[in-house]
T-cell receptor
Framework: AQTVTQSQPEMSVQEAETVTLSCTYD???????LFWYKQPPSRQMILVIR????KQQNATENRFSVNFQKAAKSFSLKISDSQLGDAAMYFCALYAGNNRKLIWGLGTSLAVNP | EPEVTQTPSHQVTQMGQEVILRCVPI?????FYWYRQILGQKVEFLVSFYNNEISEKSEIFDDQFSVERPDGSNFTLKIRSTKLEDSAMYFC?????????????FGPGTRLTVL
């Protein structure tokens, strides 16, 4: 079975500071992708960052970067220089093998304090 | 920028009624998906659709559910006889190719409330 676990239901960060959101996953597949999605109050899911399992280099997208620890099956998201607009639910998701679906974590609600 | 659209944004229905949720995927995309999110719970996969047929479905997607791409642009999810537990946010998504390598783009969702 494939699972995604986000153990932090809520996090908060001061504006301009850095925050790290945790995610662990489990899959027996060797070919998989990991994602972080952001869901602001408007509810639309927005892709933040993607990591291919075969790539050793951690993905980065501007202020967003991941720490992908394949052996530990860990995939954390680091947000640097946090902005008020970063406040949202963040979901970690796994896409593995030929399974034509995303497996989602429960999400982490991030508050950004001015 | 192309986007996935969904209508209606909010649907209220009585238990036992049929509802149809509509989605217009991005025009050159080939793979289509429905997910749902019950308030406070995980996003759950319902079904994926490719080449005019279901390619994968979850255990949630029972005989009460069906999907259709009636006219080459719309992608619909029908719930034949709604139950209280069907109340959720329903998201449509599409991708140009197999998801994973290809990004899934999500619509804004339809909030379904079953009374």
């Amino acid at each position: 079975a494939q699972t995604v676990t986000q153990s932090q239901p809520e996090m908060s960060v001061q504006e301009a500071e850095t925050v790290t959101l945790s995610c662990t996953y489990d899959t027996s597949e060797s070919d998989y992708y990991l994602f972080w999605y952001k869901q602001p109050p408007s509810r639309q899911m927005i892709l933040v960052i993607r990591q291919e399992a075969y790539k050793q280099q951690n993905a980065t997208e501007n202020r967003f970067s991941v720490n992908f620890q394949k052996a530990a099956k860990s995939f954390s998201l680091k947000i640097s220089d946090s902005q008020l607009g970063d406040a949202a639910m963040y979901f970690c998701a796994l896409y593995a093998g030929n399974n034509r679906k995303l497996i989602w974590g429960l999400g982490t609600s991030l508050a950004v304090n001015p | 920028e192309p986007e996935v659209t969904q209508t209606p944004s909010h649907q209220v229905t009585q238990m036992g009624q049929e509802v149809i949720l509509r989605c217009v995927p991005i025009s050159n995309h080939l793979y289509f998906y429905w997910y749902r999110q019950i308030l406070g719970q995980k996003v759950e996969f319902l079904v994926s659709f490719y080449n005019n047929e279901i390619s994968e479905k979850s255990e949630i997607f029972d005989d009460q559910f069906s999907v259709e791409r009636p006219d080459g642009s719309n992608f619909t999810l029908k719930i034949r006889s709604t139950k209280l537990e069907d109340s959720a946010m329903y998201f449509c998504a599409s991708s140009a190719g197999l998801a994973g390598y290809n990004e899934q783009f999500f619509g804004p969702g339809t909030r379904l409330t079953v009374l």
